[in-house]
């Protein structure tokens, strides 16, 4: 059936009318919210261990010093699964507007989240809240970046699967060129490994017209093959000649490192994640507040349109997917020189397209990539957090790390509504062929 | 600003699609380029504006030779353009769909606000009323228009091209673009105006240069009369009107009644209609492109599912038959999109003129074509249809339009109708191939079938039918008969009941 594309044409005054979500999804999401909430209220709050669930805020380093918390379990649970499921009828009866609801719904996470830790926390041991966050943003951060790359790429147009190729080389590179140049040499050879397969992806794109999804596919096994290799070749035998580079640790920025709970989250990390607060800052605003962001936004969207008012489609594509591949690069340093201080083969392990998932969830833009990249890699830490604690109930570990994408999918398909990628996201620009 | 042209020819591969053409526009005139679709128009202007590199020939500005790598160069030379499809980037604002590929910039941040001073200037000094903020796709396609034009005055166009303009629009709005052409050209600017519509041409054209088959064949003055100028434009004289003999109505075949398509975003797209057919009438849908009439003809062949309503043929509920048990039951179908729906276009044009009967005597049966029967029929419907191929055997997609409409003719017509539906019969089809449609078209009805005809060319509709519906936002909104007045097609065909008419002239973006 085709669509009405002009089915507003004549209406000179009328506005035209946004359709809501339809009825029954609303329905059906304030009946989730109103279980959530009863699931909270009853069963978390009745299975606690001990009546008291512990939280400390101190983390490594921090000068100023945070009472622990001793939460009362079951009231505190008790209370958050009312409000969950007030939320619910309130949705129910009145219906929140779908802006409304993205606030509504993080809320209800954020939430749920909370009296799930208290519950866990009732097993006696404390739940290390600042760690927590902490190791959270850490995970997060290979994703947040590799979204950045990805969104680089596909806000222009060019759909980028190989951001996992892209982290893994960078990876590589990173600890090969930091351990014989120095740790600083390994950044610059991450991000100019990561953009030289960002160039491969857009000379095969956007050239020779290759499908783009079967592009990125191969690229990944190609560095997938050409890192194994080479870590065989080189690294294997003389592994302190070559993949040894050291990593860099934490450095605290002075002051701001000292506020409490947020200090020891946000500021107390290594260079490379200060260095990804900026890029995500600079991508988010100048996607919408500079000519080079319209330009990619106009060429990711209708690029006949833009070749019309004479932008050079092609050089914008380019340009933004060989910019997306550095940033990927720069994500697979997080691997290797940002954290463990060594390569083995496939350690970017999928996060890639963990990160591809970001770039979506996040509807292509900055801040849900960036919130999206946050829910993965808080996930990722609550999973390790859990196994230290004592929970009522012993949850697999595997159950647990399968959570976020559950819920991302629930949110995205309940929350966030109908998911649109650029309009020209993967099609190829030929000048005169539409 | 002059622009010439000097023995433009452009071919792609073996297809001359422009050939040596020369054309001059003077300064502060409206030069109405008229020509029949495929004439080669739009591929001169895509030369004009540097979207396609001439093979041979001259663009002259000001009688200085110049050459256009793009757009840009084009731009640069005060070449503007309105492009038949428009040229808007959907989800940004007016803004910055004007600003795009001139930004202005202040402190590396994109200049919003001069922006938006620039197109209320604009819009004020040529009355094109338009929010700066307002989301493209969230405009009526004639905004998008009023965008586009405002988009190339902001690049101090002196010559502005318009490739069909009105294809869109409703008579109201057709009126008022017209204004805002003769507007522009006092102040100065020359204009381009792309149409195959000879009314228009004549109301508002200084100059009209003709172009048929990718050549210019002759330039005529305003004052010349429609039937000259389509004498022109097709090469001999044409009748404009179809001959038939006052319908015979029979029994009711087709009954709609109350039907309702919404689509998967709730949207209302065919809402409420009824109507029925009559054996021996055409009753025929007007309306602008994209009032539901494309919906409302696949829910009646079973193509989508109606959310409510009936569809009866012969007194049978058909509502919830499968497409192909509504064609066996006596239904004839033209998609509109005839490329894309009515023809694989890969397969030959034996096999198209089979689709719907492969499966039958003597065609074929559950497992086995009869190749030799579909080639028989082919060489017969062939002959019978005058398709032009140089065999039956060629694929669909090298024939011409008005040629591939014959084959989907030829493939509906070979059963016995009892309904028969067409859209767009004639789009895209060349007049001599129009003529054979339209007879083929009375033919069926004086047959004895039912026809109910779309067609969105109101010439075609009031020549063709015996009643006439027009649909506006899915709905049908007012019968008249093929004798009513173009005003009064126009005022239903853009919502406005006759008598109501007193919010036709207000405007808000």
Redesign the interface.
């Known amino acids: 059936?085709?669509?009405?594309?002009?089915?507003?044409?004549?209406?000179?005054?009328?506005k035209?009318v946004q359709?809501g979500p339809?009825r029954a999804r609303q329905t059906a999401v304030a009946i989730a919210l109103i279980v959530i909430g009863l699931f909270v209220a009853i069963v978390l709050a009745s299975t606690g261990t001990h009546p008291n669930a512990k939280f400390g805020f101190d983390a490594g380093g921090a000068r100023v010093h945070v009472p622990t918390l001793s939460l009362p379990e079951a009231p505190f649970c008790i209370v958050v699964g009312a409000l969950i499921v007030l939320a619910g009828i309130y949705h129910l009866v009145r219906g929140f507007t779908p802006a409304a609801m993205r606030w509504v719904g993080s809320a209800v996470g954020v939430l749920f989240l909370l009296a799930f830790l208290a519950w866990a926390g009732t097993g006696g041991r404390t739940v290390q809240f600042t760690s927590l966050l902490q190791q959270g943003l850490f995970l997060a951060a290979p994703l947040i970046l590799g979204a950045m790359g990805g969104i680089l790429c596909e806000r222009s147009g060019v759909i980028n699967v190989a951001i996992e190729g892209q982290m893994l080389a960078g990876a590589f590179a990173g600890a090969l060129l930091g351990t014989v140049a120095g740790l600083f040499a390994g950044i610059v050879a991450a991000i100019v490994v990561g953009g030289l397969l960002g160039l491969l992806l857009a000379v095969f794109a956007i050239r020779f017209l290759v499908n783009q999804v079967i592009l990125g596919v191969v690229l990944n096994v190609l560095a997938l093959g050409l890192t194994g290799y080479l870590f065989d070749a080189i690294m294997a035998n003389n592994s302190n000649g070559t993949d040894n580079p050291g990593f860099f640790g934490p450095a605290k920025v002075p002051l701001l490192g000292d506020i409490p709970v947020i200090g020891p989250v946000v500021f107390d990390q290594n260079y490379i994640i200060y260095a990804m607060y900026v890029i995500v800052i600079v991508i988010d605003v100048a996607l919408i507040?500079?000519?080079w962001?319209?330009?990619t936004?106009?060429v990711g969207?209708?690029p006949?349109?833009?070749?019309?008012?004479?932008?050079n489609v092609l050089r914008l594509r380019y340009q933004n997917v060989v910019l997306g591949g550095c940033v990927a690069g720069l994500a697979g340093a997080l691997l290797t020189i940002g954290s463990v201080g060594a390569f083995t083969k496939n350690i970017s392990s999928g996060q890639g397209f963990i990160a591809l998932a970001a770039v979506i969830f996040g509807r292509w833009t900055p801040r849900g990539a960036l919130g999206a990249a946050l829910l993965f890699g808080f996930a990722g830490a609550l999973q390790s957090v859990l196994s230290f604690l004592n929970p009522p109930l012993q949850i697999n570990s595997n159950l647990l790390g399968m959570l976020p994408y559950v819920v991302t999918i629930f949110a995205v398909a309940g929350l966030v509504g109908r998911v649109r990628a650029p309009?020209a996201d993967g099609e190829p620009y030929v000048?005169?062929s539409? | 600003m002059k622009l010439q042209l000097q023995g433009i020819t452009k071919r792609f591969g073996t297809f001359t699609a422009n050939d040596q053409i020369d054309l001059v526009v003077q300064p502060g005139e409206i030069h109405a380029l008229l020509g029949e679709n495929g004439a080669g128009k739009s591929t001169l202007m895509?030369v004009l504006?540097g979207?396609?590199e001439p093979t041979e020939g001259t663009i002259l500005v000001d009688d200085a030779p110049v050459a256009f790598k793009?757009?840009?160069?084009a731009?640069?030379a005060g070449i503007g353009?309105v492009?038949q499809?428009?040229?808007?980037?959907?989800?940004?604002t007016v803004a910055?769909?004007i600003?795009?590929?001139?930004?202005q910039?202040s402190r590396?941040?994109?200049d919003l606000r001069r922006a938006r001073k620039l197109v209320r200037e604009l819009s004020d000094r040529h009355h094109l009323e338009v929010d700066p903020d307002a989301k493209v796709e969230?405009l009526?396609?004639?905004?998008q228009q009023r965008v586009e034009i405002l988009?190339a005055l902001a690049?101090e166009a002196k010559v502005l091209i318009l490739d069909e303009p009105t294809a869109?629009l409703?008579p109201q709005?057709t009126d008022h673009l017209m204004e805002v052409m003769r507007s522009l050209k006092e102040q100065g600017t020359s204009l381009v105006f792309i149409s195959h519509k000879l009314r228009e041409v004549r109301e508002v054209a200084d100059t009209i240069t003709v172009i048929r088959r990718g050549k210019v064949v002759g330039t005529a003055e305003p004052t010349a009369t429609a039937a000259e100028l389509a004498a022109l434009m097709v090469g001999r004289t044409v009748q404009l009107r179809v001959d038939k003999e006052p319908a015979q109505p029979r029994d009711v075949i087709l009954d709609v009644d109350k039907l309702r398509v919404v689509?998967a975003?709730?949207?209302v797209?065919v809402d409420d209609i009824s109507f029925s057919v009559r054996g021996g009438e055409i009753y025929a849908i007007a309306g602008?492109?994209?009032?539901?009439q494309?919906?409302l003809t696949?829910a009646i062949v079973g193509?989508?599912e109606p959310a409510s309503g009936r569809v009866v043929i012969d007194g049978e509920d058909v509502t919830e038959d499968t497409t192909y048990d509504i064609l066996r039951a006596g239904v004839g179908y033209v998609p509109e999109d005839r490329a894309h729906d009515g023809l694989v276009s890969s397969f030959s044009i034996a096999e198209n003129l089979v689709l719907d009967m492969h499966d039958q005597a003597p065609f074929g049966g559950r497992i086995q074509l009869n190749n030799k029967e579909i080639a028989k029929n082919a060489i017969a419907r062939v002959e019978e249809f005058d398709v032009r191929t140089t065999s039956a055997s060629a694929p669909a997609s090298t024939l011409s339009g008005g040629n591939q409409q014959k084959v989907v003719l030829a493939r509906e017509l070979s059963r016995p109708l009892r309904l028969f539906v067409v859209s767009q019969p004639t789009r895209g089809v060349d007049v001599g191939s129009m003529e054979f449609v339209h007879k083929r078209i009375v033919a069926e009805r004086d047959r004895g079938a039912a026809v109910l005809l779309v067609s969105t060319e109101l010439d075609e509709v009031v020549s063709l039918a015996d009643r006439i519906g027009v649909m506006?936002?899915g709905a049908i909104v007012g019968e008249l008969p093929p004798t009513a007045s173009a005003q009064e097609f126009g005022l239903l065909?853009?919502?406005q009941q006759g008598d109501t008419g007193d919010?036709d002239t207000?405007?808000?973006?």
């Open positions: 059936m085709s669509a009405p594309t002009t089915d507003e044409e004549l209406v000179v005054h009328h035209v359709v339809s507040r500079t000519r962001g319209l330009r936004r106009a969207e209708h006949q349109a833009a070749d019309t008012v004479g932008i309009a000048k005169g539409a | 895509n504006y979207l396609y793009g757009p840009g160069d731009m640069a353009m492009h499809h428009f040229m808007l980037v959907p989800v940004l910055e769909n600003m795009l590929g001139a930004e910039t590396g941040m994109l969230d009526p396609v004639g905004i988009k690049r869109v409703t709005e689509d975003a709730g949207q797209l602008v492109q994209g009032n539901g494309t919906e696949e193509l989508i506006y936002r065909m853009g919502g919010h207000k405007e808000s973006a």
